[in-house]
């Protein structure tokens, strides 16, 4: 039975209880009822419920320390388009965010990598391979995407404009993003060039109180 049936129910056994009443508390609020009854009334698919439970989540985190930065990351499955869990990060330190977007990355060819290589080693021995597509690039391989940094540095401009702030408060406001470090310090390079911000030193040597001024 999923949660969405305890709304129907008058009277709740004590193990059902026991369960609402921890999720009232995870959440601090009755926020999953509202989706429970949603999803009860047809509004929203169970797929839907799962991304809605995790964003109200990921609100929870950032409502609990304006400091923190937190990063909600889907992890799916391999071989299909369905998230297999939510993974959040929450640190003072935003620079870690970026890095685990770096990190998986590197995971998710890694992982690729691993598996196809197992599955070869599956195949039956003699089994005669003509090696004609050997040099062929995999298409369904992973690979990491070459970053727009012209967008990336108008969407950092749209959020910090007018305002002068640390690296690591930069950092924060762009915490959800896909990018890496380096892409941040480019795109505040560029930035630069068009007259849009101004900072001391080269982006390459940032540090996380380095203080830019966004015209």
């Known amino acids: ?23 009232d508390k995870f959440y601090g609020s009755n926020v999953w009822r509202d989706i429970a009854n949603r999803v009860k009334s047809g509004a929203i698919s169970r797929q839907q419920t799962e991304l809605l439970l995790a964003v109200a989540f990921h609100a929870i985190l950032r409502g609990a320390d304006n400091s923190l930065s937190a990063k909600q990351i889907p992890l799916k499955f391999q071989d299909k388009e369905q998230t297999l869990y939510y993974l959040f990060l929450t640190t003072h330190d935003p620079t870690g965010a970026f890095t685990m977007n770096e990190i998986l990355a590197d995971a998710r060819i890694r992982e690729y990598d691993y598996r196809t290589e197992k599955r070869q080693m599956m195949k039956q021995p003699g089994q005669l391979n003509l090696g004609l597509f050997d040099d062929l690039p995999d298409q369904k391989r992973p690979t990491e995407a070459q970053p727009d940094i012209d967008l ?25 993003s896909p990018y890496f470090l380096q892409d941040i310090k480019e795109a505040l390079g560029k930035l630069r060039e068009k007259g849009r911000a101004s900072f001391k030193n080269a982006p390459s040597r940032f540090s996380n109180n380095s203080e830019v001024t966004f015209v």
Do not use: G
């Open 1 to 23: 039975m999923t949660f969405d049936h305890w709304l129907s129910k008058d009277v709740l056994n004590p193990t059902e209880q026991a369960h609402a009443t921890a999720l």
């Open 152 to 176: 990336l540095a108008e969407n950092i401009y749209n959020k910090c404009r007018t305002r002068t702030m640390l690296f690591r408060e930069i950092l924060h406001e762009m915490v959800d």
